[in-house]
C-alpha cells in the first residue's frame, strides 16, 4: 500500500500511528513507519508521520522512535487533536532534543497541528503561534464532530436541519489563525471514499474559503482534489493578466498609473494582490499561461 502511495500524485503523504492503527498494534506500527520512511522513494512529496495525541500513553515514544530512526527522511510531524499551544511548545522541545542528540539540523522537522476538538478549536490562534515549526493548521472534522455533539455520521455533510453551514464558523476560524501566522490550512478527511462527488462537494467549500487542499484517504479521491484545489485555467490566465498588466501600468514605461482599466475592469493594488494568490496556486499546481499581456500601443 505505501509502494503504491510513492507514485500517486499528492503533494504529501503521512503515515499513520493514530487512530488508523490499532491500540495492540501501535508499538509495531512505529518500526513500519521508519522503514517506510527509509526505505521508500518519496521524492517530491512532503514526508509527514501522525503520532498519538498527547491525551495517551504513546505519544512520546511514537515521536522519540520515528525522529531517531528516520528524522533525516522526515519533514513534519502532525500532532492530532492538539488541545493548547503548550502540547505544541512540549513537542518542539522534545524534537530539539532528539536532533541535538542525533545531530541533525536543529528547527528543520516541522509541525502540523489537528484542531479536532473544542478545546483545540477555541486556542488555535494560540497553537498557530506555538512554535516557529508550525507549518499547517488542519481541520480534523471527524473527531469535531465527535468533540462538539454534532448528530451526523456523515463528515462535512451539509444538515437540513440547519439553515447554512454548520462547519463555516469552524473551517473560517481555522483559516484565519493560520494566515495570520502565513501558514497552510488544510482541510480533514472525506469518509465515504467510494462517492467522489461527496468528497468533491466538501472539498469545493474550504477551496472557495482560501483552503490549500484536502486529505485524500483513497487514489480515487486525489484527482478531484488536484483540480478542486487549483485555480480553473482561465482564472489563473486572468490572473497572470493583471499582474503583468498592473506592472506594466505602474512602471515609468506605463504611465506610473495606479488604477487603470484592464478590459471592463478597473485594477488597482488590490486587484494585484488577489491576483497574487490565484496565480501563485495556479503556478504551484503547474499550470501553464495560456494568454499573453500586450501593453497597448499608443
Ligand atoms: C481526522 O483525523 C478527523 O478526525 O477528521
Ligand atoms: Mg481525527
Known amino acids: 500500500m505505501l509502494g503504491k502511495a510513492q507514485g500517486l500524485p499528492a503533494d504529501q503523504i503521512f503515515c499513520d500511528l493514530e487512530d488508523s492503527v490499532a491500540p495492540l498494534a501501535k508499538e509495531p506500527a ?82 502540523e497541528a489537528q484542531i479536532e476538538n473544542a478545546l483545540g478549536l477555541s486556542n488555535v490562534k494560540e497553537i498557530a503561534f506555538a512554535s516557529p515549526r508550525i507549518e499547517t493548521i488542519i481541520f480534523g472534522p471527524a473527531d469535531f464532530m465527535a468533540s462538539v455533539n454534532m448528530p451526523s455520521l456523515v463528515v462535512g455533510a451539509l444538515s437540513p436541519h440547519y439553515p447554512g453551514d454548520q462547519f463555516h464558523y469552524v473551517l473560517f476560524k481555522i483559516l484565519e489563525a493560520a494566515r495570520a501566522r502565513g501558514v497552510q490550512a488544510i482541510d480533514g478527511p472525506y469518509l465515504h471514499i467510494r462517492d467522489v462527488d461527496g468528497f468533491g462537494e466538501v472539498a469545493r467549500k474550504s477551496a472557495a474559503l482560501g483552503y490549500d487542499g484536502k486529505w485524500v484517504l483513497h487514489p480515487g479521491q486525489i484527482e478531484a482534489a488536484n483540480e478542486i484545489y487549483a485555480p480553473r485555467q482561465e482564472d489563473y490566465d486572468h490572473a497572470e493578466l493583471i499582474l503583468d498588466a498592473y506592472a506594466w501600468h505602474t512602471s515609468a514605461e506605463g504611465g506610473l498609473r495606479g488604477a487603470v482599466m484592464l478590459g ?19 503556478r504551484a499546481a503547474g499550470l501553464r499561461r495560456a494568454a499573453k499581456f500586450e501593453p497597448p500601443t499608443s
Open 30 to 111: 512505529r518500526g513500519n513507519v521508519v522503514a517506510a520512511l527509509n526505505e521508500g522513494n518519496w521524492t517530491g512529496k512532503t514526508r509527514v508521520v501522525r503520532v498519538n495525541d498527547l491525551t495517551t500513553k504513546w505519544t512520546y515514544r511514537d515521536v522519540i522512535t520515528v525522529v531517531e530512526g528516520a528524522g533525516e527522511n522526515l519533514d513534519c510531524v502532525m500532532l492530532p487533536k492538539v488541545q493548547t499551544g503548550a502540547q505544541v511548545q512540549w513537542l518542539d522541545l522534545l524534537l530539539t532534543q532528539i536532533e541535538e542528540v542525533m545531530g541533525l539540523e536543529v528547527g528543520r522537522i516541522g509541525i
Open 264 to 282: 471592463d475592469e478597473m485594477i488597482d493594488e488590490a486587484s494585484r494582490k488577489m491576483a497574487e494568490v490565484i496565480a501563485g496556486k495556479g
